[in-house]
């Protein structure tokens, strides 16, 4: 299996079975590629979900979540230091 995570689709053609253990097991991705190049990626179900939900979200919606993240990253390690 190729460790660096892109799979030309002739290696994935041949070794489909391995290549979605891998993903299912080892949690690996995987960018598929065509004459070099991206064509298609394999990830993880919940991964997926995840993927299309950042981009069903307007770039307004991105920025707040962001910033709140980042605000109780902030929080918490002024807390961490305090305490």
Known sequence: MLENGVLPSSYLRTNLADVLNSVRYAQRRYLITRG?????????????DVVEELVRKSPAQKEYEYMARMEAWRRASVVARAG
């Open 36 to 48: 070099s190049q991206p064509v298609a990626a394999l990830v993880l179900p919940h991964e997926l």
